[in-house]
């Protein structure tokens, strides 16, 4: 007799608790129904002058907008989605603000600012609520290159004894699909698991969302072709570039000038580093940094630690805020940088990588960031071994190339900036 197999998540309950749609149409009514209740009275939808519905339906978007943004977010590794989840919503509703101030359209602050706040209490408790159950649960097939996925805090894995779950519900089984010694029963098995809709991934897949990482040891022609960017979004994201950095430039360039009044004082040579990098489609650009070392003192292209004695007294100060990259807004302006993309690595550098690093040119499909995944998950990397692991953080980069990528990098890198602390 075949056993049929349940997935998690499958029961009414779970579905209540963890899907998007129901979560949507319980939220929405209440954090639009709660502050106007409050402010207008239980007669409020009788009466709805644009003033109310201006404010009602910008709190309705800002609450989607949030909503499907931390569920696309929640899909990448190291998403935190509790501390993701101050900031979005903030971000959601200072854009709804802003549209309605420009569009001249009324609005009442009292019901919007309480709509931001049952929001806050809204996915705060859902996190909390849901947090046991958002944690994968995956069978593995003892087979093949699997072993190195064991012992991984992102995902409850459970090696199978036999073919057969036993019973357990479990989010997919995990199986080496190329492993050459799998038996023809396991192979069984798996067409069962997917016969009662119980998704089986490969072990290179789990492996790379939970590491965050490609592996570019063997690529596949598929995988080449997952590489491939939308050049949709990549026009999308130079318009965006462009017009953030015209609205920062000014609120910015006080700070530039104090900077590089610092510079000055601090040590003789030049207020601006200018290092030929490697860009946009294997592209040699000029690229500028404020001077965080002293000018008469030779060494690495690289910088060797946070300890290089290279590095002056304000120089350390404004590479742990990240101030010395403030002048690469000149080359997003230019069109050679963008704010979040693969780093750029000098031409030298780059030069070397290649000799070394299989398909290390391929990071140049995109435009270079002055933030970027590698970064935010691993930090500055110059050797070899250490330019490898980059490379594979690059790679997923440009594989999962999107809007809710680069949010999610945007926020881990102010975090970053707030503190003062984190991947260089």
């Not at 069978?139 to 357990?168: C, H, K, N, S």
Request: charged share 20%.
């Amino acid at each position: 007799m075949k056993r049929e197999y349940q997935r998690r998540h499958s029961r009414w309950y779970e579905v209540l608790l963890l899907g998007l749609s129901v979560h949507v149409v319980v939220g929405i009514p209440l954090v639009v129904g709660l502050p106007a209740l409050e402010r207008w009275g239980w007669g409020f939808w009788d009466y709805l002058p644009d003033v109310r519905y201006n404010t009602m339906f910008a709190i309705a978007l800002a609450f989607l907008a949030s909503a499907l943004t931390l569920r696309r977010m929640a899909r990448f590794p190291g998403a935190q989605l509790a501390a993701n989840i101050l900031p979005t919503i903030s971000l959601a509703f200072l854009i709804a603000v802003a549209v309605l101030f420009f569009t001249r359209e009324g609005y009442t602050r009292q019901v919007l600012f309480g709509g931001y706040l049952v929001s806050l209490m809204w996915f705060y408790l859902g996190f909390f609520l849901g947090r046991r159950f958002r944690r994968l649960k995956l069978a593995v097939v003892p087979f093949g290159d699997v072993y190195r996925l064991m012992g991984t805090r992102q995902a409850d894995l459970r090696l199978l004894e036999g073919p057969d779950l036993e019973g357990i519900r479990v989010d997919g089984v995990v199986a080496d699909l190329h492993a050459a010694d799998l038996p023809p029963e396991w192979e069984t098995f798996l067409a069962r698991c997917t016969l009662c809709h119980i998704p089986v991934y490969h072990s290179r897949q789990v492996s790379e969302s939970i590491s965050g990482r490609v592996q570019i040891d063997r690529l596949s022609e598929n995988e080449f072709g997952s590489l491939l960017p939308p050049l949709v979004y990549i026009g999308f994201k130079r318009v965006v570039d462009s017009a953030a950095a015209v609205l920062l430039l000014p609120v910015l360039l006080p700070v530039m000038i104090g900077v590089a009044m610092a510079i000055k004082l601090d040590s003789r040579g030049p207020v601006l580093f200018l290092q030929p990098r490697m860009g946009y489609k294997a592209l040699p650009f000029l690229m500028y940094k404020f001077r965080s070392m002293h000018h008469d003192m030779s060494g690495e292209d690289f910088t060797i630690s946070e300890d290089d004695p290279r590095i002056t007294r304000v120089g350390r100060v404004i590479r742990k805020y990240r101030l010395d990259e403030l002048p690469q807004l000149f080359n997003i302006l230019k069109g050679e940088m963008s704010f979040i993309g693969p780093r750029p690595e000098s031409v030298s550098l780059s030069e070397w990588y290649e000799q070394d690093v299989p398909f290390f040119s391929y990071r140049h499909v995109v435009r270079p960031g002055i933030t970027g995944w590698a970064q935010v998950e691993q930090g500055y990397a110059a050797e070899v071994d250490g330019m490898t692991k980059k490379l594979q953080y690059d790679f997923y980069y440009i594989k999962h190339f999107s809007l809710w990528l680069d949010v999610l990098i945007a926020l881990k890198t102010s975090r970053i900036l707030w503190t003062g602390f984190g991947a260089r």
